[in-house]
């Protein structure tokens, strides 16, 4: 596979359930090799989107390809080269994680044994024990390994660490970045801003059934409005800081000035740097605030 080609596309993609509209004339293009997440507020449709991407529900309207093929005609054609983590995953009570993943490994044609076994010693999930018993972290674990380990080419996940310790969620990043590495595909939906921030290289942000922007993370990272506290020998230069391109605000304390400044904070650095600059604390860039901008939705009553 190159990583010019385009592993999902949907165009005008729509669902209605009776007369509510779930899904809006989704366009969207998801180049290989790179990880998508997925946000919005409960009920955007995240969930619908990676239903009709999996295959699960037939659009209303318009169409999902996913390497090439109509995600609910050709399903059988591409089920291989994708792994899919349900959201609300209550599978199979009755059977232990290894008859569970026994049986989704048939499904698949066949899977390395090793494999498994390595991602479930990597998890830390005890594949002896039955799936109705496990926790519910425990059981998120049997399906990440389920979505995983016959190495898709696109993993399509909803709410991937939903109930993954912090560990483990680390562990999962780690994995996702391995799969990355290897030129494989990720789409995932995450209600957990600071989570797709850690992993994603694009993100796509939905409200209400509708595409609202879709924006590679760095970039996101660069309309947020950043902090820095910066101390001065004397007194704060005030008015050079204020003319410094991106500074919104400045506040001063004593010999401290308090700066919000969007995008790069390369210029506010050097037009100080002349002065006696005792101390520099830059604060995390608030995308929270650049994210809740985008959901907040304006037409709302
Ligand atoms: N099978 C269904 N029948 C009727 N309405 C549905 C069905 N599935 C989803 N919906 C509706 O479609 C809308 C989108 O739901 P969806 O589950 O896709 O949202 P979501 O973004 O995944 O939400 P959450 O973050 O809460 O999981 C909601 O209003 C939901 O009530």
């Given at each position: 596979?190159?990583?010019?080609?385009?592993?999902?596309?949907?165009?005008?993609?729509?669902?209605?359930?009776?007369?509510?509209?779930?899904?809006?004339?989704?366009?969207?293009?998801?180049?290989?090799?790179?990880?998508?997440?997925?946000?919005?507020?409960?009920?955007?449709?995240?969930?619908?989107?990676?239903?009709?991407?999996?295959?699960?529900?037939?659009?209303?309207a318009?169409?999902?390809?996913v390497?090439?093929?109509?995600?609910?005609?050709?399903?059988?054609?591409?089920?291989?080269?994708?792994?899919?983590?349900?959201?609300?995953?209550?599978?199979?009570?009755?059977?232990?994680?290894?008859?569970?993943?026994?049986?989704?490994?048939r499904?698949?044609?066949?899977?390395?044994?090793?494999?498994?076994?390595?991602?479930?010693?990597?998890?830390?999930?005890?594949?002896?024990?039955?799936?109705?018993?496990?926790?519910?972290?425990?059981?998120?674990?049997?399906?990440?390994?389920?979505?995983?380990?016959?190495?898709?080419?696109?993993?399509?996940?909803?709410?991937?660490?939903?109930g993954?310790?912090?560990?483990?969620q680390?562990?999962?990043?780690?994995?996702?970045?391995?799969?990355?590495?290897?030129g494989?595909?990720v789409?995932?939906?995450?209600?957990?801003?600071?989570?797709?921030?850690?992993?994603?290289?694009?993100?796509?942000?939905?409200?209400?059934?509708?595409?609202?922007?879709?924006?590679?993370?760095?970039?996101?990272?660069?309309?947020?409005?950043?902090r820095?506290?910066?101390?001065?020998?004397?007194?704060?230069?005030?008015?050079?800081?204020?003319?410094?391109?991106?500074?919104?605000?400045?506040?001063?304390?004593?010999?401290?000035?308090?700066?919000?400044?969007?995008?790069s904070?390369?210029e506010?650095?050097?037009?100080?740097?002349?002065?006696?600059?005792?101390?520099?604390?830059?604060?995390?860039?608030?995308?929270?605030?650049?994210?809740?901008?985008?959901?907040?939705?304006?037409?709302?009553?």
């Open positions: 596979m190159t990583n010019h080609e385009t592993v999902i596309k949907t165009r005008g993609l729509t669902k209605r359930f009776g007369r509510r509209t779930a899904l809006d004339r989704l366009d969207l293009e998801v180049p290989a090799g790179v990880i998508v997440g997925y946000l919005g507020p409960n009920g955007a449709g995240k969930t619908t989107t990676i239903r009709l991407l999996a295959g699960l529900i037939r659009p209303s318009g169409s999902a390809l390497f090439g093929f109509d995600a609910a005609d050709q399903y059988d054609t591409i089920q291989r080269r994708i792994g899919y983590l349900p959201g609300d995953f209550v599978a199979y009570p009755d059977l232990t994680g290894a008859q569970y993943l026994e049986y989704f490994a499904l698949y044609g066949g899977v390395d044994r090793n494999r498994i076994e390595l991602l479930a010693k990597r998890f830390d999930l005890d594949l002896t024990v039955r799936i109705g018993t496990l926790s519910r972290g425990n059981r998120q674990k049997a399906g990440i390994i389920q979505a995983f380990m016959h190495e898709p080419d696109l993993l399509i996940l909803d709410e991937p660490t939903a993954l310790d912090p560990l483990m680390r562990e999962f990043r780690a994995l996702l970045r391995e799969t990355r590495q290897a494989r595909t789409f995932l939906s995450s209600h957990v801003l600071s989570e797709v921030e850690a992993v994603a290289d694009t993100v796509a942000i939905l409200r209400a059934g509708r595409l609202v922007t879709v924006q590679s993370v760095q970039a996101l990272k660069d309309r947020a409005r950043r820095l506290d910066l101390t001065f020998a004397g007194s704060p230069p005030a008015g050079r800081i204020h003319a410094v391109p991106g500074v919104q605000q400045v506040t001063l304390d004593g010999h401290t000035a308090h700066v919000a400044v969007t995008g904070t390369a506010l650095i050097k037009a100080v740097a002349p002065y006696d600059v005792t101390n520099v604390l830059s604060h995390e860039a608030d995308l929270e605030a650049v994210f809740l901008d985008f959901y907040d939705d304006p037409e709302a009553p």
